[in-house]
């Protein structure tokens, strides 16, 4: 059959389809810039707390499309061709990131009197930032483009190598991921123990990008085009994440009860060291409220947490508070807290996690590593402030970062990896003794305060990231946030129990034991690195058959 003929045929057998990926293709000004926002505004709805998956189907099939109509009569890879692209990708960005991130704004109206002037700056300017990481990895799909079913694996390679970037360059950014399409699913999330959150990105954009070869005009059988292929692909992780939560255990780490407390405190004037001893009284009422007969209060658990910034003062330095907590631990009960720690020697505040003994002393403390730009320091602070701008935290100049990451000593528990806040979102990040595993770590703990964030997705979407790093290093999690969602997490990423958002209650759970090291473990990245190339390489043979 000819190629006209070919064309032809395809056309019959799916106009709509083929006319719809003709006006992708065939737009432009802004009819090709509303298309590329609608789409990527589309994939934010596969992540926390829609979840819809397919919605990254439609959102990465216009992106082949728009790709695909970057050459403007040029080359596949011309300067032209790359601008388009990049325009496109950016698009394509600034909606996803606007659509998946709004709830930021919730921050600036906390103190509205301080910073509601900046909302658009983190509402629109931070998506408009981050939107440059999509516009690099459409541009760098371009480079090794073709017209055949390849150039998914191209669209797979640009936008895997552009997230990655965003997820460690300046920091690293990797919030809602392009890999939490599925990794926010209890059983494709399972392949990140092998893959990791980059590998899962990797699978996200191959397998969602496949279906814009259904318009193409060359007719394939489906076993051996890019959609069968994406449909195999699709089924194995089914089965495998099936299969692997089929074997899954629950078995417990004896001798530990935990209790969670959730106070539920809004982030506002309530919030204020003039308001610390009725803060106090919530907190240590609600830790020892009744749940069961077998828990009737703090006397019943081995182990009390609370939350990210649980005290509007310096905990350290107020005897009266520690002895309050001290003569609360009924029981032998140990307390681990978020708390601000001062360093008085440096002059240097710090956001710690902090445990206290039966005694009320304060035993054991681990900074904050890994902070939040402009939400704990500021970056430049210098040109920031001279335009007004602050750090939400009220701390005189902000908090400073830990020395480095380590394990926290808690008596009756395994070693803790301990996570404050933004720290859980890093793939890879989580265990301080990094992939040593005679010193593993036997659970992770995260304190964090999404109160910032009210009743938005935010707090949805933290949940889901942090869940994520159980299954890719196969130990519980344990997470105690202010506002919410609270969780006791299995190493399988199973929600053993949780508070809902906007709840002022205690959750209390045995601690689930840690599993072998899974492959992710042991290896980190490496096979998120290989799929890459693989996909590159894909790539390479598409842009040279063509």
């Not at 970057?70 to 300067?79: H, V």
């Not at 990451?405 to 803790?416: K, M, S």
């Not at 045995?510 to 992710?520: G, Q, R, V, Y």
Request: hydrophobic share 50%.
């Amino acid at each position: 059959m000819s190629d006209a003929g070919a064309i032809a045929d395809s056309t019959r057998a799916r106009p709509a389809l083929t006319r719809l990926a003709h006006a992708v293709i065939l737009a432009d000004g802004w009819r090709r810039r509303a298309i590329a926002f609608a789409a990527g505004a589309c994939g934010a709805l596969a992540m926390a707390p829609v979840d819809a998956a397919p919605a990254m189907a439609v959102s990465l099939t216009l992106a082949v499309w728009l790709i695909d109509g970057s050459a403007a009569g040029g080359g596949l890879a011309s300067p032209a061709a790359l601008r388009r692209a990049a325009a496109a990708g950016w698009w394509w960005g600034f909606g996803y990131f606007l659509a998946g991130l709004w709830w930021l704004g919730a921050a600036f109206l906390v103190e509205a009197d301080k910073f509601a002037w900046a909302l658009p700056l983190g509402v629109l300017g931070l998506p408009a930032g981050l939107a440059l990481f999509p516009a690099l990895g459409f541009a760098l799909s371009r480079l090794v483009w073709s017209t055949g079913g390849w150039r998914v694996l191209a669209l797979a390679a640009g936008l895997g190598a552009s997230e990655w970037l965003r997820g460690n360059i300046f920091t690293g950014f990797p919030w809602n991921a392009l890999g939490m399409a599925f990794g926010g699913n209890l059983v494709l999330a399972q392949a990140s123990a092998w893959i990791g959150l980059w590998g899962l990105t990797l699978a996200v954009v191959a397998i969602c990008a496949a279906p814009a070869t259904l318009a193409d005009p060359v007719r394939r059988r489906l076993a051996r085009s890019p959609v069968g292929y994406a449909l195999i692909a699709f089924a194995a992780l089914i089965a495998f994440g099936g299969l692997r939560l089929a074997g899954a255990g629950e078995e417990v780490v004896k001798g530990v009860k935990l209790r969670v407390m959730q106070p539920n405190l809004p982030q506002d004037a309530k919030f204020r060291p003039e308001n610390k001893d009725a803060i106090l009284t919530r907190y240590l009422d609600l830790s020892d409220r009744a749940t069961s007969p077998q828990s009737t209060g703090v006397a019943d658990a081995t182990h009390l947490i609370w939350p990210e910034s649980a005290f509007p003062f310096i905990l350290s330095r107020d005897a009266g508070a520690l002895a309050r907590i001290g003569a609360a631990l009924k029981g032998g009960t140990t307390l681990i807290t978020g708390a601000a720690r001062l360093d008085e020697q440096a002059a240097a505040y710090f956001n710690a996690i902090q445990v206290v003994s039966p005694g009320g002393a304060i035993v054991e403390s681990y900074d904050k590593a890994h902070l939040v730009p402009f939400g704990e320091y500021l970056p430049f602070k210098g040109m920031w402030r001279a335009l007004g701008i602050t750090q939400f935290v009220h701390i005189p100049g902000g908090f400073t970062a830990g020395a480095r990451r380590r394990p926290l000593t808690v008596p009756g528990l395994p070693a803790v990896a301990p996570l404050v806040c933004y720290e859980a979102i890093f793939s890879g990040e989580v265990t301080p003794e990094g992939r040593d595993e005679a010193r593993r770590p036997g659970l992770m703990l995260n304190v964090t305060n999404d109160g910032w964030f009210g009743a938005t997705s935010g707090p949805y979407q933290h949940l889901a990231q942090a869940r994520l790093r159980a299954v890719e290093e196969g130990l519980p999690l344990v997470r105690a946030a202010n506002t919410g969602v609270s969780a006791v997490i299995d190493p399988y990423g199973r929600i053993r129990a949780s508070l809902p958002l906007g709840v002022a209650d205690v959750l209390d759970a045995p601690l689930p034991a840690a599993i072998s090291p899974p492959p992710f473990a042991r290896w980190g990245h490496w096979a998120a690195l290989l799929l890459g190339a693989l996909c590159l390489a894909g790539a390479l043979v598409g842009r040279l058959q063509r």
